[in-house]
T-cell receptor, first 112, second 114 residues
């Protein structure tokens, strides 16, 4: 079992729709969770982080965390073609390792 | 703006050559990381350093070495490059002292080993 799992996609949504990206993790003691956006050939860019159960909203983005289910998601409202990218889920596990474990990423395609 | 920079941005080399990738940051972060990214394999950690005197192996350190010359500089070396080291390489930094473990990435180096 991979430590951080994401569906590789591609996930295709029409412009203006809600895109829902999901991530599961295996370390029950994981403490913090991150979503990065990566355009093709570019570096990952941090877009959201979440530490506590529940929802965290930032503009069109909402991160959702459910530690009991070991599940974290990212919702993108009013999806735009410019949101087309690969979204990486990253988890900081238990202990003060300072290391993030990355999922393989989900490719999102927003069609005009 | 505080930033993470990497040089070179692109490099083509031949099998057996020694090559160094450099990373510099002006963020004032203590922690620095080297990753490689391959299609379908995601980001894999090569080495990481929590301060100038601290170097740690990641999950795929074989064939690589690093040097932390200063708080702001962290170099990755391939002593004898081989074709399966062709990949996109990223440097990243973090500063848990500010409250989080989020990492900030440099622009990457695309390395091709022929």
């Amino acid at each position: 079992q991979k430590e951080v799992e994401q569906n590789s996609g591609p996930l295709s949504v029409p412009e203006g729709a809600i895109a829902s990206l999901n991530c599961t993790y295996s370390d029950r003691g994981s403490q913090s969770f991150f979503w990065y956006r990566q355009y093709s050939g570019k570096s990952p860019e941090l877009i959201m982080f979440i530490y506590s159960n529940g929802d965290k909203e930032d503009g069109r983005f909402t991160a959702q965390l459910n530690k009991a289910s070991q599940y974290v998601s990212l919702l993108i409202r009013d999806s735009q073609p410019s949101d087309s990218a690969t979204y990486l889920c990253a988890v900081h596990g238990s202990g003060n390792t300072g290391k993030l474990i990355f999922g393989q990423g989900t490719t999102l395609q927003v069609k005009p | 703006d505080a930033d993470v920079t990497q040089t070179p941005r692109n490099r083509i080399t031949k099998t057996g050559k020694r090559i160094m990738l450099e990373c510099s940051q002006t963020k004032g972060h203590d922690r620095m990381y080297w990753y490689r990214q391959d299609p379908g394999l995601g980001l894999r950690l090569i080495y990481y350093s929590f301060d100038v005197k601290d170097i740690n192996k990641g999950e795929i350190s074989d064939g690589y070495s690093v040097s932390r010359q200063a708080q702001a500089k962290f170099s990755l070396s391939l002593e004898s490059a081989i074709p399966n080291q062709t990949a996109l390489y990223f440097c990243a930094t973090s500063n848990p002292g500010t409250g989080g473990n989020e990492q900030f990435f440099g622009p990457g180096t695309r390395l091709t080993v022929l």
